[in-house]
């Protein structure tokens, strides 16, 4: 990643924060924080939103992709923790299931803050908050 973000300088070109290949390979600075608040200054307005890969690690023995085939909430929230609170971003899922994998995390996180599934209201409340 110092990698990259060296590169940038020279080039001006912005960096994308990859949160699997940092966890494979945290490289000369294993602070995601502080390396996610670096690539994020690489952006610049025209550039549109500073963009973050987030995956899930497999963990089956033998498997070729080092992405599982969905992405698990908490992997979400501690990037969220992990970004800077001031700077909208965009963020790119990848997962073996693809598009499904969007869905399924929007339902899991749902489950977790809620207690139901997205547009589903459970037999005590009458609203979501």
């Known amino acids: 990643m110092v990698d990259s973000l060296d ?3 020279k080039t001006n070109l912005p960096v994308v924060f990859n949160r699997a290949h940092h ?9 995601p924080a502080r390396l996610i ?24 023995p033998g498997r ?3 992405h599982a085939d969905w992405v698990e909430p908490g992997d979400l929230e ?6 800077p609170a001031d700077t ?3 963020c790119l899922l990848e997962a073996t299931q693809g ?6 995390l929007r339902e899991r ?21």
Do not use: C, N
């Open 23 to 31: 966890r494979s390979y945290p490289g000369d600075d294993p602070h």
């Open 64 to 66: 070729k992709s080092v």
């Open 37 to 60: 608040a670096r690539s994020f200054e690489t952006w610049r307005p025209d550039d549109g939103p500073p963009i973050v890969h987030l995956s899930s690690p497999a963990i089956e």
């Open 78 to 83: 501690a990037l969220i923790a992990l970004a």
């Open 109 to 129: 996180m749902s489950i977790r803050e809620y207690g139901v599934l997205p547009g589903f209201l459970d037999e005590t409340s009458s609203s979501l908050p």
């Open 88 to 90: 909208p971003f965009d």
């Open 99 to 104: 598009d499904r994998a969007v869905f399924d």
């Open 7 to 9: 590169a940038s300088e």
